[in-house]
């Protein structure tokens, strides 16, 4: 298979330590609204956008009563305590370089807010390298829907079977794989490698670094 000619990019857990952060600002959003979840129930569902992730743990009723408040709770509380302790993963930034000086098109297929893809784009010092990137305002639906990769693809102006994503989670290759996306699974986002297959992720590394030292055997390179 000819190598392809562009990469999306998932954000977070895949770029960006900010999976557990995530869970917590979501816990605590939960609780706030009378849902007291364990962290692990939630952790597993971030990944998914809000519109998602609520109808998992909240009924159609209390969705109409409380799912728009507790999303703007949990995004104003996200903004003030939780955004600002996200960091960089080790060799995140050095990776998507790599993938640009190698001659690959680059976009973010986030499907934050338009402010946290931004301060996640400045923390990692990218912005010159990429195409450009999506945000929760590109699609009508989050991950595990292909909109925001089909959205991304549009930035980067390659076919499908030109490209390919790279995500941490199940909700990243499942919703790739309906945009007719390849995956690669970074085990940094703290889903096993056995999810990460059975969503579909053509190959596994442990995090951007592992990737970015195996990056001229790996799929990005080879095809």
Not at 16 to 40: I, M, N, Y
Not at 125 to 138: V, W, Y
Request: include cysteine; hydrophobic fraction near 40%.
């Amino acid at each position: 298979m000819a190598p392809p000619e562009a990469v999306l990019f998932d954000v977070d857990g895949t770029l960006v330590d900010s999976v557990d952060l995530h869970a917590q600002a979501w816990r605590e959003a939960l609780r706030r609204f009378g849902k007291d979840v364990p962290l692990e129930e939630v952790r597993r569902q971030i990944g998914k956008g809000g519109d998602e992730l609520i109808p998992v743990f909240l009924s159609e009723d209390e969705r109409a009563r409380d799912g728009e408040a507790l999303e703007r709770f949990r995004g104003e509380l996200w903004r003030r305590e939780y955004m600002p302790r996200v960091r960089p993963l080790p060799g995140a930034a050095e990776l998507v370089r790599r993938a640009h000086d190698a001659g690959l098109r680059v976009a973010l297929a986030s499907s934050g807010k338009e402010d946290e893809v931004e301060h996640n784009r400045r923390l990692l010092g990218i912005g010159a390298l990429l195409e450009g990137a999506t945000t929760a305002d590109d699609a009508e639906r989050s991950k595990p829907h292909p909109d925001i990769f089909e959205a991304a693809l549009a930035r980067v102006h390659a076919p499908p079977e030109r490209a390919m994503a790279v995500g941490d989670s199940p909700w990243d290759a499942l919703a790739a794989r309906r945009a007719g996306l390849r995956t690669i699974g970074l085990l940094s986002g703290g889903f096993d490698e056995r999810e990460l297959r059975g969503a579909g992720c053509i190959a596994i590394y442990a995090g951007p670094e592992e990737l970015l030292a195996r990056f001229d055997a790996s799929p990005l390179a080879r095809g």
